[in-house]
């Protein structure tokens, strides 16, 4: 239970205070502007205005943000800015950053940007600076992954470790997940890296399948040390490293623990000198640069990581400081505001045009989804707007054979992010570099058929038979968002996950809810390990409702029980 009372309805913790946010004026003004705007088409915009991309593009770090082609005005701007600055989303920034214990309903700080400020920086939370023990935690994985990148890391046979397979599930395993796949380039390919989450058996044992107990190092990564479906996974691979190495004496040097809960870890049977810690104020989806990056450390070195970590830190001092009207996160979150409360938008894709970032949009769900699916408020009133949306996507050019015809021509409005680097892996070989030009082609292409359509008329210019026109068509007004930088580094891909993390953040404010707490995973996780023994012991589960009752005993039957 929170030893902070939780916000009253009014109250100042409860940020928006007494009126609701779709009673604001300012929520009303937008309303008004919306009415106005229908009809405004991306053709006429660009049109009326010469400057509006040199207006609407914003460079931040590496980063070449355009946002010319978002169905928006200034004045649309001008009122979304308003909306943030009445709702104190620049205040609750700012408590956050100050260590402030924004998540209330498990009252906690929120301070994942303590994990890459710099080495000598001051953050504090009740009134102690974190950054010491965050720099000694990055000391001690560093020289672990330089020990396992040196191949002096022996397992219990004396042979050097080669095969790391990381054990965790949703932010502890969708993070360094993403990023060891974006990062790959910059990583030893003599390590064999694996990522095991789902407590499907397949997952392991596909991972385990040509694997040397001597050589393998599993990295059990979970911030609780309780979650289900890492503890049996991982109490199953500890079984099989036993078993084939004949000493429990292995455990020490074939297993590392990534946890806040030393308690457990050391239950387990890891040798707490190989834990890494961190803090209960990293929420599970925002630590991945916590040491839950442990095994992304090992393949890319810590030298790299730390470059990574000074890319979150470069938008994170750009969130802090940039006024409204020019700060991304910010903009890209009042833009799905505007999208989503004002314009219909149920999902938000997002679209890499990199086969790097493959796992980006699995991961922004859990970022997005886990923190905005929320309906109600931060004083416990229920929302009456919409809050978090659908987010969604692959890397560019798969989707365009897949999904793109509903963007393109289907009744529903989908906004994008299109992220696209201007230099291919620095790994590529010469003969598929050519290949990138053709790659970035489709990505401006598809902002531009997306923005600008294709008229009737245009379409029976080119001589198409009348009956066909419509088909032809493309309306256009499909908003993106591109997102350009040099190369895929990691201290752009640093700068694009804080980019994402913070715009999230502005959402949440926004809507007055708690970004932080994620209740809406508790109650299946209940319910399985309620359900559970009805599947293996036929037990009677009281309560359980006739749907679910039937499965059961089907599945039973099916199973031959
Ligand atoms: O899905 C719920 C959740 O608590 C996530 O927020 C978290 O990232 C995941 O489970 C894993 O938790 P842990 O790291 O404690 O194993």
């Known amino acids: 239970m929170p030893t902070t009372p939780l916000p009253r309805p009014g109250d100042a913790g409860a940020q928006h205070g007494a009126v609701a946010l779709d009673r604001r004026d300012e929520w009303t003004a937008l309303a008004g502007h919306r009415e106005r705007f229908a009809g405004t088409s991306l053709r006429e915009l660009f049109d009326a205005d010469p400057e509006r991309v040199r207006r609407h593009t914003l460079h931040v770090g590496d980063l070449h943000v355009d946002l010319s082609k978002n169905l928006v005005t200034e004045e649309t701007l001008r009122l979304l800015t308003d909306l943030a600055r009445a709702t104190g989303v620049a205040e609750l920034r700012d408590a956050m950053l100050g260590g402030g214990r924004i998540n209330l309903t498990e009252d906690r700080a929120v301070l994942h940007t303590a994990l890459r400020a710099p080495r000598g920086a001051v953050v504090e939370t009740d009134g102690k600076n974190v950054v010491p023990e965050v720099q000694e935690v990055l000391d001690r994985m560093s020289a672990f992954a330089e020990k396992v990148r040196a191949r002096q890391w022996l397992g219990h046979t004396g042979q050097p470790v080669t095969r790391i397979v990381n054990i965790g599930i949703g932010g502890s395993d969708l993070g360094p997940a993403m990023a060891y796949e974006a990062l790959r380039p910059y990583s030893d390919r003599g390590l064999e890296v694996r990522f095991v989450s789902n407590v499907d058996g397949s997952d392991l044992h596909e991972a385990l399948a040509d694997a040397d107990p001597a050589t393998t190092l599993f990295v059990i990564s979970s911030k609780t040390f309780t979650t289900i479906e890492t503890i049996t996974n991982a109490t199953v691979a500890r079984s099989w490293l036993v078993d084939a190495l004949g000493s429990e004496k292995a455990i020490a040097r074939h297993f590392a623990a990534v946890s806040t809960n030393a308690e457990e870890v050391a239950r387990f049977g890891i040798d707490t000198d190989n834990m890494f810690g961190f803090w209960d104020w990293v929420g599970g989806r925002y630590s991945y640069d916590s040491a839950i990056g442990l095994t992304l450390m090992v393949a890319i070195g810590p030298e790299r990581f730390r470059e990574m970590l000074a890319g979150f830190h470069l938008m994170d001092t750009h969130f802090a400081t940039a006024p409204i009207e020019r700060n991304l996160p910010f903009l890209l979150g009042l833009l799905g505001v505007w999208y989503g409360n004002f314009m219909g938008a149920e999902s938000h894709a997002v679209l890499p045009y990199s086969q790097h970032l493959a796992r980006f949009p699995d991961y922004l769900q859990q970022l997005d989804m886990e923190s905005n699916g929320k309906s109600v408020q931060r004083d416990g009133r229920p929302v009456s707007w919409q809050t978090g949306p659908v987010v969604w996507g692959t890397p560019g050019t798969n989707g365009q054979h897949a999904y793109f015809q509903l963007l393109h021509q289907g009744t529903r409005f989908v906004p994008a992010d299109l992220i696209g680097f201007a230099n291919p892996a620095p790994d590529l070989p010469e003969a598929l570099v050519p290949q990138h030009d053709l790659l970035m082609a489709n990505m401006f292409a598809q902002g531009q058929a997306l923005a600008f359509g294709r008229t009737a008329e245009e379409v029976a210019a080119e001589g198409v038979a009348a009956e066909l026109v419509p088909h032809r068509t493309f309306p256009g007004n ?17 700068q694009l996950v804080a980019l994402y993390e913070h715009k999230v953040f502005v959402q949440g404010a926004v809507w007055n809810i708690n970004s932080f707490d994620q209740w809406g995973v508790q109650l299946g996780k209940v319910l399985a390990e309620r359900v559970e023994p009805a599947l293996t012991e036929g037990a009677d589960v ?17 199973r031959g029980r």
Request: glycine fraction near 6%; proline fraction near 9%; avoid cysteine.
């Open 542 to 558: 009281p309560g359980l409702d006739a749907s679910t009752a039937s499965l059961v005993s089907s599945y039973r039957a099916l």
């Open 478 to 494: 499909r908003p993106t968002t591109t997102i350009l930088a040099d190369r895929l580094s990691p201290s752009v891909l640093g």
